[in-house]
Every structure is written in C-alpha cells, then in structure tokens.
C-alpha cells in the first residue's frame, strides 16, 4: 500500500463521506488567516512571489525552445516570468512516455500522490493567492479563496469521485463455475483500470486554479498524464500548481513528466497544435463558447470537457405587461 495513501487516507475517507452525503465538507480553509496558514505566512508568500519575478521559472522539464512568457500584472507591471518552452511533439512524447509508467502504478500509489500534492498547495496558498491576484486582477481575499483552498477542494473532490469509481474494480479474483460431479471449472482473473492516454487541459484567464484542477487532478488519479497548458495571461498560477505536483511525482520515484506545462503567448499561440494532435486523448477547456466550439470541431470522436460562457437564456413565453 502506498505511504501517501495511508499518509492522508483521513483525509479522503472524509470525502468520500462527503460525497455520498452531500454535507459541507472542506480541509482547506478559507480565511487568509496567520492564527492558522502561519504568522508569516502572508509575508513569505509575498516575498516568495516577488523572488520569481524577472526570472526563469524553475521548472525542470524538457525545454527545446527557450522559454517564454509575456504575463502583465492588472496592477500595472509587467511580471517579467519566462517558462520553458518546447514544441507540442517534444512535450506529447514526454508526456507518452511517463504516462505509460503512470497507468500502471497502483490506484492507491495515484491518489496518494494527488492528496499530497493538494496538502502541499494548500501550504502554498499565500503565495497562490498573489499569483492569482497578479495575472487576473481579482482583489486579495478572492484570489486567496478562489485560487488556494476552494481550487483545492475541487481537486480533492475530484480525487474522491475518481477513487470512489477506480474501488469497484475487483483487481485480482479467482471465479469457479460447479461442474456437478466434475471438478469446477477455475478461472484466475484479473482486472485492471485501463487510461485513456495523455489529457490536455487547457486553462482560463479568469480563475486559473479553480477552473483547472478537476481537470488536473481527475486524469492524474485515474492514471493519464497530462499536459497543462494555460491561458497566455494566467501561467503563473498554473505553473505554481505543476511545479508542486512534479515535485511529489520525483519525491515518489515517478517521471515528473507525468504532468508538464505548456506555456505560450498570445502571439504565438499552441494550443491548437496540441489539440489536433492524435496523441491527445481527453480535452478539457474553460472559456469562451466560441473556441469551445472550435474544439469540439477538432476533436475527431475524442472526449471534450467544456465549461464555457456562463449566460444562460431564458424564454419569456408570455406576460401581462411587457
């Protein structure tokens, strides 16, 4: 059994309770308080965000283009970050690769790995809150809130459904058929959750973490790599996120491409060219109903998971006054 898992089985046993009651249910909490993230805990997330601003991220994965990155703070600045850039095919292979080794670690060795990856983020979520505030331009508390423990508990959720669902599987069983006077007729059986392959999720402006870690965290628990590529004006949250999971994947003996960044400009725009890829197996978007269109167009047969324009229609059928 996984050290993770057993590390944190507390923790998703709550969930699953959680979701099989419907109850109010968070670990992470809400309030960007010292008496609990820390006394310091503000100051060393501001100074932590103003340490990587300038610079090259420090995210080690395989980078064959330099880097880019064009982030512009709301607040006036410019943030100055570059990522490791690569082609779409050096990262897809990357991604292949590692995923295959992914899909056959025990779903216990999985999950354990995304519950330590939400508990290191949860630490984290200070310096979150600041990248967040500083590429979609929300105010302090919101992107304290929205993109560290309520983006947490949903990759937490996430990672309950998927164990919840993976747990049904029987694994290893030995099925025997009376044969009446005969012996029985034995069969020793055994099941396995099959991937689907790479996942793409690509991220949004607006609320980076929060909208991408379902996404991020479903493929991961159920054993497909994945490749995140975020909006050109929001890479930093992001980029924060798959550093801490590549970190737990290495820390594990995984291949940390088991997860990687995709980072690009508005100007030179990727995603695209990941997603009429044939390797790219699930899609997962959040934004405009116009490129989730295109992305539907694109897909050929492949799953496509969309959160897109949140206006919903409504008909008047009729009034006595208009």
């Known amino acids: 059994m996984s050290v993770l898992f057993e590390t944190h089985r507390a923790l998703l046993m709550s969930a699953l309770e959680a979701k099989a009651t419907r109850a109010f249910y968070s670990p992470f909490p809400e309030v960007p308080s010292g008496k609990i993230y820390g006394e310091h805990a503000k100051q060393e997330g501001e100074r932590s965000f103003e340490a990587l601003l300038g610079k090259l991220f420090p995210l080690y994965q395989p980078s064959d283009q330099g880097s ?117 007729l034995v069969l020793d059986k055994t099941f396995h959750v099959v991937p689907r392959g790479v996942g793409l999720v690509i991220g949004c402006s607006t609320f980076p973490t929060w909208n991408s870690y379902p996404a991020i965290f479903a493929n991961l628990a159920t054993g497909n790599a994945t490749i995140v590529k975020p909006h050109p004006g929001a890479i930093l949250p992001l980029a924060l996120t798959v550093k801490v999971i590549r970190e737990v994947l290495a820390a594990e003996g995984q291949d940390p491409n088991t997860i990687i960044l995709a980072a690009d400009t508005a100007e030179a725009p990727v995603t695209m060219d990941y997603v009429e890829s044939a390797d790219i197996a699930t899609i997962d978007f959040t934004g405009s109903s116009a490129f989730g269109a295109t992305l539907r167009q694109s897909a050929r047969g492949r799953p496509v998971f969309t959160e897109e324009a949140g206006v919903n229609p409504v008909i008047i059928a009729g009034t006595s006054d208009f």
């Open 68 to 184: 880019v990155g064009a982030e512009e703070s709301p607040f006036g600045f410019p943030l100055g970050i570059t990522y490791p850039a690569a082609t779409p095919q050096t990262l897809i292979d990357a991604a292949k690769l590692a995923g295959t080794r992914w899909a056959n670690q025990t779903i216990e060795a999985r999950v354990g790995v995304c519950l330590e990856a939400l508990k290191r983020l949860n630490a984290e979520s200070f310096l979150m809150a600041k990248a967040v505030e500083n590429t979609t331009g929300q105010a302090f508390v919101m992107a304290f809130q929205a993109g560290g423990p309520h983006a947490q508990d949903r990759g937490l959720e996430a990672v309950a459904y998927a164990y919840d669902t993976m747990r049904t599987i029987p694994g290893a069983v030995r099925w025997e058929k009376p044969q009446g006077k005969r012996p029985p």
